[in-house]
């Protein structure tokens, strides 16, 4: 059974950082998904089908980068000059292989991080 274990979430103020970790139970495609109060699931960042390469929302590009510990299982989100807009539950989602940009598209899921950004 696939686990995903998420962390990082918190409070920081517009401008900040945080850096998100999502601990698997195994290798997977792997992707952040987020969902903010009354809004749809939302992508923003993947890897690549091939692994090789990064995938972004327009929203996050140049802020936001997604990368991984192949030894550790563990895929993360370095998120630079928050924006309020940024406020949401961010998602860790996995599939066995490939990568996608809908949620539809993932098999699997974490249980959520909250991320809270202040004006």
């Known amino acids: 059974q696939v686990q995903l274990v998420e962390s990082g979430g918190g409070l920081v103020q517009a401008g900040g950082s945080l850096r998100l970790s999502c601990a698997a139970s195994?290798?997977?495609?792997m992707a952040w998904f987020r969902q903010a109060p009354g809004k749809e699931r939302e992508f923003v960042a993947a890897?690549?089908?091939?692994?090789?390469?990064?995938l972004y929302a327009d929203s996050v590009k140049g802020r936001f980068a997604i990368s991984r510990d192949n030894a550790k299982n563990t895929v993360y989100l370095q998120m630079n000059g928050l924006k309020p807009e940024d406020t949401a539950v961010y998602y860790c989602?996995?599939?066995?292989?490939?990568?996608?940009?809908?949620?539809?598209?993932?098999?699997?899921w974490g249980q959520g991080t909250q991320v809270t950004v202040s004006s």
């Open positions: 989602a996995a599939r066995l292989g490939g990568s996608g940009r809908s949620p539809r598209d993932y098999d699997y």
């Open positions: 890897f690549s089908s091939s692994g090789l390469t990064t």
């Open positions: 195994g290798r997977y495609g």
